[in-house]
């Protein structure tokens, strides 16, 4: 072979030097191809936009069996099991909540309606220029305008 490193068989070229492959122990459980507690092949790395598009390609049109769409509704474990069996669903909390308000509602004390009608009915005039509201109007409106 000559003094020229081939490019396409040169490690550092092609990135595998960065990423030496691991020693897997004879013991070891391999699942997928890949022992477990091993690093990825490739683990630093990305496909191309190109590479993504072939794989998406790849799967177009398939679809996933009745059993196997049964599997994936099942909860993988006791944790998600009780979570699931707690879930209040969106539109029941909504409805519990507007009971609750209603309940507790203190627009139904005749009280409470009288004190706020007062307070509302209780207009002074702005010092500045005479424009009349409540308290809490009257304090923005003067913040706004007069400051």
Same mark, same amino acid.
């Given at each position: #072979?000559?003094?020229? =490193? *081939?490019?396409? +068989?040169?490690?550092?070229i092609l ?5 030496? =492959?691991?020693?897997?122990? !004879? ?8 022992? @477990?507690g #091993?690093?990825?092949?490739m $683990?630093?790395? +990305?496909?191309?936009?190109e590479?993504?598009? $072939?794989?998406?390609?790849g ?5 996933? +069996? !009745? !059993?196997?769409?049964q @599997?994936?509704r099942r ?7 009780? %979570?699931?069996? *707690?879930?209040? &669903?969106?539109?029941?909390r909504?409805? *519990?909540h507007r009971?609750?308000?209603? @309940?507790? *509602?203190?627009?139904? %004390?005749? !009280?409470?309606v009288?004190?706020?009608? @007062? =307070?509302? $009915? ?5 010092? /500045?220029c005479?424009?009349?509201? %409540?308290a809490?109007? $009257? ?5 706004? &305008? /007069?400051?």
């Amino acid at each position: #072979m000559s003094s020229i =490193t *081939n490019i396409y +068989t040169d490690p550092f070229i092609l990135g595998l030097q960065q990423f030496p =492959t691991p020693k897997v122990p !004879e013991d070891a459980v391999v699942s997928y191809g890949y022992a @477990k507690g #091993m690093p990825s092949p490739m $683990l630093g790395q +990305t496909h191309s936009e190109e590479t993504k598009r $072939l794989i998406g390609l790849g799967w177009l049109g398939r679809t996933h +069996t !009745e !059993e196997s769409k049964q @599997k994936m509704r099942r909860p993988k474990s006791e944790e998600a099991k009780r %979570n699931m069996r *707690n879930h209040i &669903r969106p539109a029941e909390r909504m409805e *519990n909540h507007r009971q609750r308000m209603l @309940k507790d *509602n203190p627009m139904d %004390n005749p !009280e409470s309606v009288e004190k706020v009608r @007062k =307070t509302a $009915l209780n207009k002074k005039p702005c010092p /500045h220029c005479g424009m009349m509201g %409540n308290a809490g109007t $009257l304090a923005r409106h003067i913040k706004a &305008r /007069h400051s």
